[in-house]
Nanobody, 122 residues
Framework: QVQLVESGGGLVQAGGSLRLSCAASGNIFSINTMGWYRQAPGKQRELVAA???????NYADSVKGRFTISRDNAKNTVYLQMNSLKPEDTAVYYCNAAGVRSWDIGGAYDFWGQGTQVTVSS
């Protein structure tokens, strides 16, 4: 069974930094894309940043220049370094692993983490 475990959320003042981590566990053969989404109260879940196994990245316009996504393929772990945080970054952040291939199951599947709260105070 593939599981995603997130860590690193918390409360920070505006202008501060946080680093999120998400580790995928299980009998994993490969993961195509890993990314971070967020959902603020009353809003839809939105993509924050994503990174492919080859290292290509994609960012939401609202976080470009402030957030950096990185990945350790050997550890099946993705990171999100968040700098210059703003109150509007407050949300539950979810890790996503897309195109996961496992030795235990056929095909490729997507998985989600349980979410971690990020709160930025003004």
């Amino acid at each position: 069974q593939v599981q995603l475990v997130e860590s690193g959320g918390g409360l920070v003042q505006a202008g501060g930094s946080l680093r999120l981590s998400c580790a995928a566990s299980g009998n994993i053969f490969s993961i195509n894309t890993m990314g971070w989404y967020r959902q603020a109260p009353g809003k839809q879940r939105e993509l924050v940043a994503a990174i492919t196994s080859a290292g290509s990245t994609n960012y939401a316009d609202s976080v470009k220049g402030r957030f950096t996504i990185s990945r350790d393929n050997a550890k099946n772990t993705v990171y999100l370094q968040m700098n210059s945080l703003k109150p509007e970054d407050t949300a539950v952040y979810y890790c996503n692993a897309a195109g996961v291939r496992s030795w235990d199951i056929g095909g490729a599947y997507d998985f989600w983490g349980q979410g971690t709260q990020v709160t930025v105070s003004s």
